[in-house]
Antibody
Framework: EVQLVESGGGLVQPGGSLRLSCAAS????????MHWVRRAPGKGLVWLSC????????SCADSVKGRFTISRDNAKNTLYLQMNSLRAEDTAVYYC??????????WGQGTPVTVSS | QSALTQPASVSGSPGQSITISCTGT?????????VSWYQQHPGKAPKLMIY???KRPSGVSNRFSGSKSGNAASLTISGLQAEDEADYYC??????????FGGGTKLTVL
């Protein structure tokens, strides 16, 4: 069974940093592109970033470019999202998702991030 | 990277059919047959319902169907059931390894 478990969320002050993790199991992690998506309170899903299967190529949305960095450790079956210079508008539940081609076939339960002083 | 446009809400009675529209541009929906749809119940993870415009993953009811014409895609749910009440999101590949979601549609089963 495919499992994706996010962790690392919490309360952080504006301007602060957090690193989210997504532990994968039940499939060959190194064979799949992986993505981060978030949902702010009362808002919709927003695609944030993706990384190819071996970690050599990444892409991200303009809204987080220069502040968020996606990475992965295939030896540990873990995906990461380093978030710097956090703002109140980054408050959201952050999901990792496994890609199958150009769609997301499995999602984690999400980890909440609150940016507030 | 503007969000795809979806109606904020739709509603229908049990047994009826509803359609949720998803309007993009020639740079995303119009350029690729790579539209997917996700269902999200409150407090739960999103669930893939339709991929590549009209394909259904194993285990998803055939009451769910998808289509596309030009820069717009749509999700149709037939034979509405109470369990279908949820938020629905379309998503399209937008080129250069970027994706864009719609703003989401809240489906209410009356």
């Amino acid at each position: 069974e495919v499992q994706l478990v996010e962790s690392g969320g919490g309360l952080v002050q504006p301007g602060g940093s957090l690193r989210l993790s997504c532990a994968a199991s039940g499939f060959t992690f190194s064979s799949h592109w992986m993505h981060w998506v978030r949902r702010a309170p009362g808002k919709g899903l927003v695609w944030l970033s993706c990384i190819n299967n071996d970690g050599s190529s990444t892409s991200c949305a303009d809204s987080v470019k220069g502040r968020f960095t996606i990475s992965r450790d295939n030896a540990k079956n873990t995906l990461y999202l380093q978030m710097n210079s956090l703002r109140a508008e980054d408050t959201a539940v952050y999901y990792c998702a496994r890609a199958q081609g150009y769609y997301f076939d499995n999602w984690g339960q999400g980890t909440p991030v609150t940016v507030s002083s | 990277q503007s969000a795809l446009t979806q109606p904020a809400s739709v509603s229908g009675s049990p047994g009826q059919s509803i359609t949720i529209s998803c309007t993009g541009t020639s740079s995303d929906v119009g350029s690729y047959n790579l539209v997917s749809w996700y269902q999200q119940h409150p407090g739960k993870a999103p669930k893939l319902m339709i991929y590549e415009v009209s394909k259904r993953p194993s285990g998803v009811s055939n009451r769910f169907s998808g289509s596309k014409s030009g820069n717009a895609a749509s999700l149709t749910i037939s034979g509405l059931q109470a369990e279908d009440e949820a938020d629905y999101y379309c998503c399209s590949y937008a080129g250069s390894s970027t994706w864009v979601f719609g703003g989401g549609t809240k489906l209410t089963v009356l």
